[in-house]
T-cell receptor, first 113, second 110 residues
């Protein structure tokens, strides 16, 4: 069964460094998402992406964040200058049709020191 | 906007006990409702869903009914197993994004 994959599973970085989190969505899906879950808190929407552009972004998704689909398979989340409060589990999701169920990856745990 | 509220955990039960995890929603329009599960060390998996009032979603022995009159989508299972130990998230959609509850951690004791 096809699934969403994410790499790395755990990323440790120093405050102020740039990180890129990678996702490979399910191959025939067209809509892509990033969510995050700070430890002990709820899963929050960050951004949605369709047709090579951002469809919607939350207030969390400020100028330090960017997303890209650099080729036909990868979907990346970049944090330009990480802060301590960016430490969280980041989930990628995809779906074939908007408003449908979304399929989530296993997550990348980001730790900012 | 659309949101869900679910019961706080953790919930600890013995194997073969009956499970209920409460979830209520607030919404404009007619949202879909979901239960996602996160097993230890894994990502979020869709457990079941319902797209309209009175729909019942079911999977792996779990059930939830979309009740408009009580704005609820409670998760139930008649006889839980140790392997059901996980975090369960009630969720709804708003536009095309998923809105999650805080999650309920479930421990099943052998």
């Amino acid at each position: 069964e096809p699934e969403v994959t994410q790499t790395p599973s755990h990323q440790v970085t120093q405050m102020g460094q740039e990180v890129i989190l990678r996702c490979v969505p399910i191959s025939n899906h067209l809509y892509f998402y990033w969510y995050r879950q700070i430890l002990g808190q709820k899963v929050e929407f960050l951004v949605s992406f369709y047709n090579n552009e951002i469809s919607e972004k939350s207030e969390i998704f400020d100028d330090q964040f960017s997303v890209e689909r650099p080729d036909g398979s990868n979907f990346t989340l970049k944090i330009r200058s990480t802060k301590l409060e960016d430490s969280a589990m980041y989930f990628c999701a995809s779906t074939r049709e908007s408003y449908n169920e979304q399929f989530f990856g296993p997550g990348t745990r980001l730790t900012v020191l | 906007g659309n949101s869900v509220t679910q019961m706080e955990g953790p919930v600890t039960l013995s194997e073969e006990a009956f499970l209920t995890i409460n979830c209520t929603y607030t919404a404009t329009g007619y949202p879909s409702l979901f239960w996602y599960v996160q097993y230890p060390g894994e990502g979020l998996q869709l457990l079941l869903k319902a797209t309209k009032a009175d729909d019942k979603g079911s999977n792996k022995g779990f059930e939830a009914t979309y009740r408009k009159e009580t704005t609820s989508f409670h998760l139930e299972k008649g006889s839980v197993q140790v392997s059901d130990s996980a975090v369960y998230f009630c969720a709804t959609n708003r536009d095309d994004k998923i809105i999650f509850g805080k999650g309920t951690r479930l421990h099943i004791l052998p």
